[in-house]
């Protein structure tokens, strides 16, 4: 069921949305990058009469909305919206039509405002629920107690699917990020592999196919472009900076791009669905990208590279970045060890050496332990200087699989420790710190991508209890929360502060953990586990 205000009444392919207003009504808009919903309005006042008398909604699925007195709203294509019955009339701000069989409301070619008879309602209505019922049986089998909240995530996955400079791109959200973002499409992947592989493919060559010469892969990719360099900087540093120069400082072009990962995503895609022409196809610009960071994002040369904004960080309100706009935290370092290993995977796969590639990982992984592991923890610096904020940022470098046996364990003792386990764990600031808000961005709430990631660390570094307990915890703060959320109150596991709905890595994410704890012999009971 959708309730029309955090869940939409739209279509996969399409940008229009159907919202309830507080005033009992419902009004139309576009979602366009970058552009809020309020300035997109399509139609408002929408309501639905029998004579003088109003027909409430009486349910909202993904294929229709059906109104008392037998009408019913439909897509009828990605710009075209009906509304199908006998005797009613709808009416809206600025204009009003009979409903006696099938009425356009909104029509193409960009989802404007209708009024006119159109062809045939029964035919839109079961084209709709067939269009629906074959996204549905694609979806990833999960244990029954999650199915409900599984449901909700496939269909945000499939509304988020819509045309991006001619090619099927998975957006984060209607609601504010209309785009193929980095790293997002790297967790959508993740569970468009296990229905549609082809899409969890297109998703990384959209973004391969506007890498720079240089190797950078863009921040986003959207309608007008692609977002690889910008002169944004977070409130914070600009004041610093301003008082720092004496004035409005002046703002340098710094190319953007977000964690890398890519080589990870492919992989994914392959233990479900092996492809080695695909992994032929993307291993040069996987190597480049790799280089990329070593090459132009190590302004150090100390062999460690660094975030040279906070956008590519994509942790952009992170307390980290409020001790300047140019940060080293300890989960860079350790998605590029993990994409050696991985590079090494593909040239496997491929029918080359892979050991140049393993032993790349391993020495950055003995370079970060050398030059960052601090006796309790790995250091998180910013502009050269280490910082006290603690994040889980430092227990990222679990993912590498190659920390010695007694760090590993400590980092494990950490993840486990009141700083930052809980009945929801694992907030984005540790509890303990002073800079912990629970519903602010990336300032303490839960984001289900630091726990996926945390979760693959953990089996990598040998610790699969741990790793099975935060994911069933993580399961059931989504089941019991009420929706899919950008990020997550830690404190209450319901949504945090002004994180968005409908929120595609967080779907993508929930049903590949869903997945794999129906498949894993060894769990235990979801339902008890946020006991």
Same mark, same amino acid.
């Given at each position: ?58 349910? @909202?699925? /993904? #294929?229709? $909305?059906?109104?008392? %007195?037998?009408? &019913?709203? !439909?897509? @009828?294509? /990605? #710009?075209? $919206?009906?509304?199908? %019955?006998?005797? &009613?009339? !709808? ?9 006696? %069989? ?430």
């Amino acid at each position: 069921m959708l309730e029309l205000r955090e869940r939409p009444f739209t279509d996969r392919g399409s940008r229009l949305l159907v919202m309830a207003a507080d005033d009992g009504s419902l009004w139309i808009a576009r979602a366009l990058y970058e552009t809020r919903l309020s300035d997109t309005t399509v139609l408002t006042g929408l309501r639905v009469l029998a004579g003088d008398r109003q027909l409430p909604v009486r349910q @909202a699925l /993904p #294929d229709r $909305i059906d109104f008392a %007195g037998g009408v &019913a709203m !439909a897509f @009828a294509g /990605p #710009d075209t $919206i009906v509304l199908t %019955g006998r005797d &009613a009339r !709808a009416v809206w701000d600025g204009g009003e039509a009979d409903i006696d %069989g099938c009425l356009t409301l909104v029509g193409p070619p960009t989802g404007s405002p209708g009024g006119s008879p159109t062809g045939d309602g029964p035919g839109v209505l079961a084209a709709a629920a067939a269009r629906w019922r074959d996204w549905f049986a694609a979806m990833p089998s999960v244990p029954q107690a999650l199915r409900e909240r599984a449901e909700q995530a496939w269909w945000t996955l499939g509304v988020n699917l819509v045309p991006i400079r001619g090619r099927q791109s998975l957006i984060p959200s209607k609601y504010g990020y209309v785009g193929l973002w980095n790293w997002d499409s790297y967790f959508h992947a993740i569970a468009l592999r296990h229905a549609d592989p082809a899409l969890a493919r297109e998703q990384i060559r959209i973004l391969l196919d506007n890498q720079r010469p240089d190797g950078l892969i863009p921040d986003v990719v959207h309608d007008h472009g692609v977002l690889s360099e910008t002169t944004d900087l977070p409130r914070s540093d600009l004041a610093r900076l301003a008082q720092h120069v004496g004035g409005e400082p002046v703002r340098e072009v710094v190319p953007v791009t977000k964690p890398p990962l890519t080589a990870w995503a492919v992989w994914k895609i392959h233990e479900v669905d092996p492809d080695p022409d695909f992994l032929a196809e993307v291993f040069e610009p996987l190597v480049r990208s790799q280089e990329w960071w070593f090459t132009h994002s190590d302004p150090d040369g100390d062999g460690l590279a660094e975030y040279l904004h906070p956008y590519s960080s994509g942790l952009d309100d992170s307390p980290v970045w409020d001790h300047g706009p140019r940060a080293e935290p300890p989960d860079l370092n350790s998605y590029l060890a993990l994409q050696y290993d991985r590079l090494g995977d593909i040239a496997a796969a491929l029918g080359r050496d892979p050991s140049p590639w393993r032993a790349r990982a391993q020495e950055l992984v003995d370079r970060m332990v050398a030059r960052r592991w601090t006796g309790t923890r790995f250091a998180t610096r910013v502009g050269g200087q280490e910082v006290a904020v603690r994040t889980p940022l430092e227990l990222m470098p679990l993912l590498t699989g190659r920390l010695p046996a007694d760090i590993a364990a400590r980092l494990v003792a950490d993840l486990r420790s009141p700083s930052f386990w809980g009945e929801r764990p694992v907030p984005t600031v540790a509890f303990d710190d002073p800079r912990f808000d629970p519903d602010a961005m990336w300032r303490g709430p839960v984001w289900l991508n630091i726990n996926y990631l945390l979760i693959e660390g953990l089996r990598r570094s040998g610790h699969p209890g741990t790793a099975r307990e935060l994911r069933q915890r993580t399961l059931a703060m989504v089941r019991d929360g009420g929706g899919l959320y950008e990020y997550w109150n830690p404190l209450t596991g319901r949504r945090a502060g002004r994180a968005t709905s409908g929120f595609g890595w967080s779907a993508a994410l929930f049903l590949d953990l869903a997945h794999e704890d129906l498949l894993d012999p060894a769990r235990e009971e979801t339902a008890g586990a946020a006991q």
